[in-house]
């Protein structure tokens, strides 16, 4: 007698709000995964939702409030400004509901703490969407790192910045939680602690401020492990285009470019210098969206509620990141 393995359905997820990155990135990710369904999209613009939902064969709902009270909703994605994060997760954790939302999580520790012990005590999931800890370029050189590729581990530097932002973006409005510590600081902090762990402690930050703005629009930061490696990091919303890290060892070093941000069909190349000489490790594409989602699906269906540990340790080092940071003003354009 033959038996056929149960296939659990998809996951049925609503959209609490139609951001940009939403629509380009997210949806067709949710649509491409078997394991997620988009059931049902909201947005503060009704023609919006109707127009979204329409193109990926999900329902219009009237509000926000009406995706939480649906019943064949069973998950949220909250891609809305970071301000507005806390809010809602803690809405959709209280109306029963799985959440992905954007990073941060939140914009403060104790938001973080409180709400990642919601979700554990009414047995939800409750994710952030940092893309790139699913990519498998990174577990490889971390591999790389536990073989002993470039021996004992000294020191890290990762790298963020995108090019200036059009003048009504949502990252340079304050009220909103705007800044570039909050939209591509993240990056290179959580992979030092991807690639270094999760017990890291902030020597030291600066944060760049534009008057006009009124928001920060790069930074830097030094880390450090209890063993003495230190992870060194930079970010910013008005610089050239970089998305990169290196790992210095005793005997090598590890760099990879596209680190954070690589298109679906990008073959990732990790380059790996020794005394042997220059050593490129292509590796085959994959869609980071995608993947994401999958993995969202899982923890839900294999039942595993709350957040993940990295989750809260980088509010943590965020948190004390902008404590400590100084603060200087954008340099004048020559």
């Not at 139609?18 to 394991?35: G, K, N, S, T, V």
């Not at 944060?207 to 030094?222: K, R, S």
């Amino acid at each position: 007698m033959t038996t056929t393995a149960h296939t659990p359905p998809p996951v049925r997820i609503g959209l609490l709000g139609c951001a940009d990155f939403a629509i380009r990135r997210m949806l067709p990710a949710i649509d491409r995964c078997p394991d997620t369904l988009l059931t049902a999209v909201a947005s503060r613009d009704r023609s919006t939702a109707r127009n979204t939902a329409q193109r990926f064969g999900a329902c219009a709902a009237e509000s926000y409030e009406a995706v939480l009270a649906a019943p064949d909703v069973e998950a949220v994605y909250v891609p809305v400004p970071a301000a507005l994060h806390a809010s809602w997760v803690e809405r959709a954790l209280l109306a029963g509901k799985h959440v992905l939302a954007e990073k941060p999580l939140t914009t403060a520790y104790s938001d973080t703490l409180r709400l990642a012990a919601l979700a554990r005590e009414a047995g939800l999931v409750l994710a952030e969407n940092v893309l790139f800890v699913h990519h498998g370029q990174h577990a490889h050189v971390r591999r790389l790192l536990a073989d002993g590729a470039i021996g004992e581990l000294r020191a890290a530097s990762a790298t963020f910045t995108v090019p200036a932002r059009p003048a009504d973006d949502i990252r340079l409005r304050p009220e909103l939680d705007g800044g570039a510590l909050w939209d591509v600081g993240v990056y290179p902090l959580r992979a030092a602690m991807h690639l270094l762990g999760n017990d890291l402690e902030v020597i030291g930050a600066t944060l760049t401020h534009h008057p006009e703005y009124e928001v920060d629009l790069g930074g830097a930061a030094l880390l450090r492990r209890a063993d003495g490696v230190t992870a060194q990091l930079t970010f910013g919303l008005d610089h050239q285009y970089e998305s990169s890290y290196r790992l210095v060892g005793s005997t090598g070093r590890i760099e990879l470019t596209h680190a954070f941000t690589p298109p679906a069909e990008h073959r990732p190349t990790i380059r790996l210098t020794t005394s042997a000489g220059v050593r490129e490790i292509t590796l085959d594409a994959q869609d980071q969206c995608t993947r994401a989602m999958a993995s969202f699906a899982a923890a839900i269906r294999e039942g595993r509620p709350g957040t993940e540990d990295a989750v809260v340790a980088q509010a943590r080092l965020l948190d004390d990141l902008r404590r400590r940071a100084t603060t200087s003003p954008a340099p004048e354009a020559p």
